[in-house]
Every structure is written in structure tokens, then in C-alpha cells.
Nanobody, 120 residues
Framework: QVQLVESGGGSVQAGGSLRLSCTAS????????MGWFRQPPGKERHFVAD????????DYADSVKGRFTISRDIAKNTVYLQMNSLKPEDTAVYYC?????????????WGQGTQVTVSS
């Protein structure tokens, strides 16, 4: 059973920054990628950013390009999401996810989520 522990959420004013962290533990497979998703109030969860475990490929939702940066520390089994120039529309519960390096490569494991609130 994979354990994903997220931290770094909170409340910030528009224009501010937050850094989310997600540490994976208790897994017995190779990680292909880790990513972040978010679910705004009353809306569905959607993709924010991901990074492959070798670190040479990242992808971002158009809404966060140029403001958010995803990175990872293999030694710490941790992925980060640096969020700058935050906007009220970034308010959401942010979820960390893991994509194992197995057939199909799906987002099979999810964290509990961390709340990010951006006030205007």
C-alpha cells in the first residue's frame, strides 16, 4: 500500500506563493511519474502538473504554465509544486498522485489532499 503525505497548503493573498510537498512511502514498485491535480469547490478534479521520475519531462495545465513549477527529489521520494503569482481561481484541494511503471501507467495512487485558498 502506497502512502502519500502532502503538506504545504494554506491560505494566501492573490499574488503570493506556496510550495506543496508530497512524499511517497511504503511502495514496492518503480515510479514512472508523480503529479498534482486539483479540485476547486463544486467542480471536478483536474490535472495541474506532472513529472517523470527521471526528471527530464514535465507537463503543465495551460492555466498554471509560467506560474507553477513541479520538481522532484528522488532521494526523498518527494515531489514539489512551487506555486507563484497565485490567483483566487487557484483555490482548490490539491492532490498528489503516483503513476507506477507498470502496464497501462495509470494514476493509481492518490494522497488525501491539501487545501489551498487564495483570497483577492
Amino acid at each position: 500500500q502506497v502512502q502519500l503525505v502532502e503538506s504545504g497548503g494554506g491560505s494566501v493573498q492573490a499574488g503570493g506563493s506556496l510550495r506543496l510537498s508530497c512524499t511517497a512511502s511504503r511502495y514496492t514498485f518503480a515510479i514512472y511519474a508523480m503529479g498534482w491535480f486539483r479540485q476547486p469547490p463544486g467542480k471536478e478534479r483536474h490535472f495541474v502538473a506532472d513529472i517523470n521520475w527521471s526528471g527530464d519531462s514535465t507537463d503543465y495545465a495551460d492555466s498554471v504554465k509560467g506560474r507553477f513549477t513541479i520538481s522532484r527529489d528522488i532521494a526523498k521520494n518527494t515531489v514539489y509544486l512551487q506555486m507563484n503569482s497565485l490567483k483566487p481561481e487557484d483555490t482548490a484541494v490539491y492532490y498528489c498522485a503516483v503513476k507506477p511503471d507498470t502496464a497501462g501507467r495509470q494514476w493509481d495512487y492518490w494522497g488525501q489532499g491539501t487545501q489551498v485558498t487564495v483570497s483577492s
